[in-house]
């Protein structure tokens, strides 16, 4: 495939739009260049031009300054010439659910312009790179989510693009997925030549990229390779390790401190970043010193990410206790299930599933797409009916009473639930009114979820024109206006930015410290490391139950004597499937 020396070129680009009277600056005066043959990831915060950019790039946007060459295309003067030229995948890819997997492939060879004669090489080719071959009959709606974005990736590969525009393909997918996904990825820049532009919500993925642009509130704050953003962070990453103090105390105590900029629990302790000059002082373990390993560690992407934000006022601060009035209970196990199993006709989703979850415990449901994981936490939450087997939730049984149990628990759905065309205060309002408050303490919760979600300034605005992460602390205010004993998270920070899922965690754990008990499903491994306890599940059955700790010890190998929890996931999952 000819190359062109510069895939794309962005000079001088600004966007803006208008919602209602205000106007709103999506990037301003970008300058950007895109070598070809390589994989560049676009990183920034919530709101911060990502996805504008794509689009400006894609020709399905016109910019309000600025030149966009795209593949030595003038996309202003032919955006219909760069789009025939491109391969541009949305979050929201647009495969026909009604259709099979064949006929959606078939479909976009047609828009594609495939000829005929290439088809079927292509269509074994893309099947045997996404694992699909023994689906192609199976209708898209039918899929696993992981599934869904190998099909829509594939559709968008059918003619091979000179550029892939690529938003955010690894959002809501397990992590064997997002392996697969990559692998594709980095064959088609290998054997077509192909030039890739990616954004990701995951920090880690930064570091398989070429180069990175990074952008905040519509300005580009640099481009290089990830390596380049993370060299200047030597000596102020550290890995923190205690033998007495849990992992989530500990990650607590160092966000307190003026030194941190940022303490994230990974796999064995917590990763911990200091402003320039500084170090961690030994009174900040609270007299655990002689418990407590501090060693530097090599910086990566994520801590330069985070860093440079903390610079701009962006970083996550330590969140207050959310003050939530947990109601007493006598009962020290908050959901037990024993043996439960959901069939849907004559498949079986579930299948003799069985653990507890004790008060102010955070538990994790992980498993790969179409593991059985939301099958199981829809039937607690009361959402799907028991097949067989007890299923108890705070006290209730959920096949004889299972209004009574959803009256004690919060639930935030995977997807925004809420009303978009309504505002932040109406919706708050009405979720009040739906868990039966009234009068003074109506009012009381609304105020307090405004207040302590800094929802304030965003009351009167409609729910569907939020940022992401303004979505995310609505939905999580709405889950938690009856003040419930019980809280069920169903992926609840997909597809947002990583300084979001930080604030989020930082509350989940003030929930979990209060005595609310917390079940949540993810998909990124690294929050599993602020679970207590944790379930993996395949194919409707679970193969492992522990702490994380306990799941990682399953997987160490002499090659890899300290795995991380992707690498753990990943490990039992592959040995689930060879011992069938």
């Not at 194919?539 to 090659?559: C, F, H, N, W, Y």
């Amino acid at each position: 495939m000819s190359q062109t020396p510069v895939a794309l070129r962005f000079e001088g680009v600004s966007k803006q739009f208008r919602t209602g009277e205000q106007i709103v600056p999506a990037l301003k005066d970008v300058d950007l260049m895109l070598a070809s043959g390589g994989v560049t990831g676009l990183l920034g915060p919530d709101g911060a031009g990502k996805t504008t950019l794509m689009r400006l790039a894609a020709g399905l946007l016109t910019p309000d300054q600025g030149r966009i060459d795209v593949l030595g295309v003038d996309a202003l003067a032919d955006p219909l010439e760069v789009q025939r030229r491109i391969g541009y995948m949305p979050q929201h890819f647009g495969l026909y659910e009604d259709l099979s997997v064949q006929e959606n492939l078939d479909l976009y060879a047609d828009l594609q312009g495939l000829p005929d004669n290439q088809r079927q090489n292509r269509y074994k080719e893309l099947m045997h790179l996404t694992g699909l071959g023994a689906f192609t009959g199976r209708l898209a709606g039918k899929l696993s989510g992981g599934m869904k974005q190998k099909l829509g990736l594939a559709c968008t590969l059918v003619r091979p693009p000179a550029l892939l525009l690529l938003d955010e393909p690894t959002v809501g997918v397990d992590p064997v997925s997002r392996r697969e996904l990559w692998q594709i990825v980095y064959r088609e820049v290998e054997q077509q030549g192909m030039t890739v532009l990616l954004s990701t919500a995951y920090l880690d993925e930064a570091d398989r990229c070429n180069d990175v642009v990074l952008l905040n509130r519509g300005e580009k704050i640099d481009q290089k390779s990830p390596q380049a953003f993370s060299d200047p962070l030597r000596g102020r990453v550290f890995e923190v390790r205690s033998k007495r103090v849990s992992h989530r105390l500990l990650q607590q105590r160092l966000l307190a401190r003026e030194e941190v900029v940022d303490a994230v629990i990974l796999s064995h302790g917590i990763r911990t970043v200091t402003h320039q000059g500084q170090v961690i002082p030994a009174q900040a373990f609270a007299g655990q010193a002689d418990a407590v390993t501090v060693r530097p560690v090599e910086p990566r992407f994520g801590d330069a990410f985070i860093a440079i934000l903390s610079a701009a006022g962006d970083a996550p601060q330590a969140t207050e206790n959310l003050g939530l009035a947990v109601k007493p209970g006598s009962d020290a196990v908050a959901i037990e299930v024993k043996h439960l199993e959901r069939n849907f006709g004559a498949f079986q989703a579930v299948s003799d599933v069985s653990f507890s979850v004790r008060r102010g415990e955070i538990f994790g449901l992980l498993g790969a797409n179409g593991a059985g994981k939301s099958t199981t936490f829809r039937m607690l939450c009361g959402l799907l009916p028991v097949s067989a087997g007890e299923a108890r939730v705070a006290g209730e049984d959920l096949r004889n009473a299972p209004a009574r149990a959803r009256a004690r628990i919060g639930y935030m759905a995977q997807k925004f639930s809420l009303y978009a065309h309504l505002s932040v205060r109406q919706n708050l309002e009405f979720f009040a009114s739906a868990y039966g408050l009234v009068g003074g303490r109506h009012q009381q919760r609304v105020d307090w979820a405004l207040e302590s979600f800094q929802l304030a300034p965003h009351s009167e605005s409609e729910a569907g024109d939020l940022s992401l992460g303004y979505k995310q602390r609505l939905a999580f205010a709405a889950a938690l206006m009856h003040e419930p004993d019980i809280l069920f998270l169903d992926e609840p920070t997909s597809g947002v930015d990583p300084l979001a899922r930080r604030e989020f965690w930082n509350r989940t754990i003030h929930l979990a410290d209060s005595g609310v008990t917390v079940l949540v499903t993810t998909h990124f491994m690294e929050e599993a490391n602020y679970c207590d306890r944790v379930v993996i599940m395949s194919d409707g059955k679970m193969l492992i139950e522990g702490s994380p700790d306990e799941v990682k010890q399953q997987a160490q190998t002499p090659d890899n004597p300290e795995p991380s929890m992707e690498d753990a996931f990943i490990y039992l999952i592959e040995q689930g499937s060879e011992g069938e």
